[in-house]
């Protein structure tokens, strides 16, 4: 089949690439010329592993191509994917779809003939009817059908999510003739999918477009839950890796997602969890536990630059501190609210000095925080340093030489945002460690009556 992809951004991008290794000719399009000249000449905008290889073999096949010709690229289509970005709206936090619209009403001067338009952002509840009303407004005559299909995908494993599936979730209203073209052509572009017996969702658009949101909020919810477990097992003496594991045994909760950090950050979690709480207040129905976990999630980050301050003798004023990792997770370059955003800004006010190093993420980095030291590798920030923070846990920093860390570092002090070392390890090692969740050094006397 032929694809055309409105948007070549994260998610443009990575399904563009997989529906062409899947055997379907896709075009990838976008507003943005250097975006596109860039792609044109094998240069990828994102870091995502495994991108690079699958966009350049895909061109080479001639599958997959880009381009800032809107109209070619739809005229030529079976399916138009809309891909373009939903951010935050400033002011309100509602999702900003000016894109999205803006999309639709160029898809509709195009059209010609029979168009499955697929909607691939992520966008409240109501969009879809929202751009059936823009198509219809544009063009009165146009046969089309608007289908909702949300991404899963987790930055750093977005090819394997892409490929490999949980669900796929189809939304779609119409008349039934309309509505059971488009899902004949949806089961067609996921074919591949099919075969290995991936499940296929068919629900109407409305339900589909709440799926997306109902899980990222759900997960982040999962991710606020255990951060708060974290912080009661450091008061009475629990561990938190302990009690991770214990509950995600229970297969009513699993064990995915239930790592104890500095908080959820990223290009989904946190707009997804504002734009469903907006939505439900717009429709008289509150969600507060999400209202909840975004409010904690929002102060658990601050909480962190305390908690670094605190394992520093409570004053970290004309002292270094190094940060390994500023992303918001490993395997990305994504720094959108990443933790390191609140925790250096709040370092810094306390008058501490920051050197830091990241494997993909410091470009950004050094267009959003100011007056850092850059490091050419994991080591060479640490010579001099105060303490030595981690903050995202790439591999590399899984393991250490630790031997060498002590001698570089002025005090040998460690703080693990993401208990990624055993504390009886580095105690035995001479450092002075703080984890997340693990019990202090004095616990609090539990009464039982």
């Avoid at 823009?134 to 009165?140: D, G, S, T, Y």
């Avoid at 102060?299 to 940060?323: E, N, P, Y």
């Avoid at 340093?385 to 060498?404: N, S």
Wanted: net charge negative.
């Amino acid at each position: 089949m032929r694809v055309a992809m409105i948007g070549s951004g994260y998610v443009g991008l990575v399904s563009g690439a997989c529906f062409a290794d899947f055997g379907h000719v896709v075009t990838c399009v976008d507003k943005d010329v250097s975006k596109i000249n860039d792609l044109q000449n094998g240069k990828i905008p994102i870091f995502e592993p495994g991108l690079k290889k699958l966009v350049a073999r895909n061109v080479a096949e001639n599958r997959l191509s880009f381009t800032t010709d809107t109209a070619g690229a739809v005229r030529d289509a079976d399916a138009v994917f809309i891909a373009v970005g939903t951010p935050s709206r400033r002011g309100d936090g509602h999702a900003d779809l000016s894109y999205v619209y803006a999309a639709a009403e160029e898809i509709a001067d195009i059209i010609e003939g029979f168009t499955l338009i697929i909607t691939k952002s992520t966008v409240p509840v109501g969009t879809g009817d929202e751009i059936e009303a823009i198509i219809k407004r544009v063009r009165p005559d146009a046969e089309f059908c608007v289908v909702s299909n949300p991404e899963f995908l987790r930055e750093g494993a977005a090819i394997n999510d892409f490929k490999r599936p949980d669900r796929v979730v189809v939304g779609l209203n119409g008349d039934a003739p309309a509505a059971a073209r488009a899902a004949d052509i949806m089961r067609q572009i996921y074919r591949p999918l099919y075969l290995n017996e991936t499940p296929m969702l068919f629900t109407n658009r409305r339900t589909s477009e709440l799926i997306k949101y109902a899980a990222n909020a759900f997960l982040a919810t999962k991710i606020t839950f255990i951060n708060e477990m974290a912080d009661l097992c450091e008061q009475v003496g629990a561990d938190i890796q302990q009690v991770s594991r214990g509950i995600g045994l229970d297969g009513r909760i699993g064990a995915k997602f239930l790592n104890a950090g500095p908080g959820y950050g990223g290009s989904c979690f946190p707009k997804d969890t504002l734009a469903i709480i907006k939505t439900a207040q717009d429709f008289g129905s509150p969600v507060t536990i999400i209202e909840a976990v975004e409010k904690a999630n929002k102060a658990r980050k601050l909480s962190m630059a305390g908690k670094i301050i605190q394992a520093c003798g409570g004053d970290v004023a004309g002292k270094t501190i190094a940060l390994l990792g500023l992303a918001f997770k490993p395997n990305t370059d994504d720094m959108r609210d990443a933790p390191s955003l609140d925790i250096v800004p709040a370092l810094q006010a306390a008058g501490a000095k920051i050197t830091a190093y990241d494997p993909e993420a410091m470009g950004e980095a050094r267009r959003l925080l100011k007056d850092i030291s850059y490091a050419d590798n994991a080591y060479a920030g640490l010579d001099g340093a105060d303490a030595l923070v981690i903050l995202t846990e790439w591999d590399q920093f899984r393991a250490l030489d630790l031997r060498r860390v002590k001698t570089l570092l002025r005090a040998p002090i460690v703080v693990d945002l993401r208990n990624i070392y055993r504390p009886e390890d580095m105690t035995a090692l001479g450092f002075e460690y703080t984890g997340i969740g693990r019990p202090q050094t004095t616990i609090h006397e539990l009464k039982l009556s």
